[in-house]
């Protein structure tokens, strides 16, 4: 059997509204073999969002224009974000199927790149996590599945995806996450 590729994906953005010119302000994909849930590749990468970041998002991400507005843009990044994501057999974010995907897109469409659009497993959807089946936060998630996290480091892209991917694979390994119908990837 052939490698089966999961991206785990999170954004961070100057706000939710992309009608409104909010912009991404940083990306992290992280590749893992299913199987054997190795990590096989990781990007991180800040983006210059070409306009300000308001102090409602800093004070979520503590990323401040200041420290992106060296970055490459999004045109710049785009196309090796498009590739990453035409290449997996699917994403798994943790509010991926409402937002992140759907930003992640709309920015590309927005520059002429293509688009993208691999299956999703929304760890947010895993209301059984939680007293009442409320929709988990990822700390809750975390918590639920045994997984260390620690909120002085949350909302950074990266710490955001390495505890998201040990919470689907403890899940997965529970029978809590199944995966999606497979496409071939690229």
């Not at 994403?91 to 991926?96: A, E, P, Q, W």
Request: net charge negative; aromatic share 8%; glycine share 8%.
């Amino acid at each position: 059997m052939s490698r089966i590729v999961a991206c785990g994906l999170d954004i961070e953005t100057t706000g939710l509204e992309q009608d409104k010119g909010h912009r991404m302000v940083e990306v992290a994909t992280l590749l893992y073999d299913v199987e054997t849930e190795a990590l096989l590749a990781k990007w991180v990468q800040r983006i210059n969002p070409q306009r300000a970041v308001p102090g409602d998002a800093v004070a979520v991400h503590g990323i401040t224009f200041e420290a992106v507005s060296g970055e490459p843009t999004f045109e710049v990044i785009a196309p090796k974000l498009a590739k990453i994501l035409s290449t997996v057999h699917f994403v798994v974010g943790h509010n991926g199927r409402d937002f992140d995907l759907p930003f992640i897109r709309a920015e590309l469409i927005r520059v002429g790149q293509p688009a993208p659009n691999p299956p999703v497993i929304d760890t947010s959807d895993a209301k059984w996590a939680t007293p009442f089946g409320k929709t988990p936060s990822l700390g809750e998630l975390c918590f639920a599945l045994g997984i260390a996290y620690d909120k002085s480091q949350a909302h950074s892209a990266e710490y955001d995806v390495d505890v998201m991917m040990k919470a689907f694979f403890a899940g997965k390994r529970m029978g809590y996450f199944a995966l999606p119908e497979l496409r071939a990837a690229a």
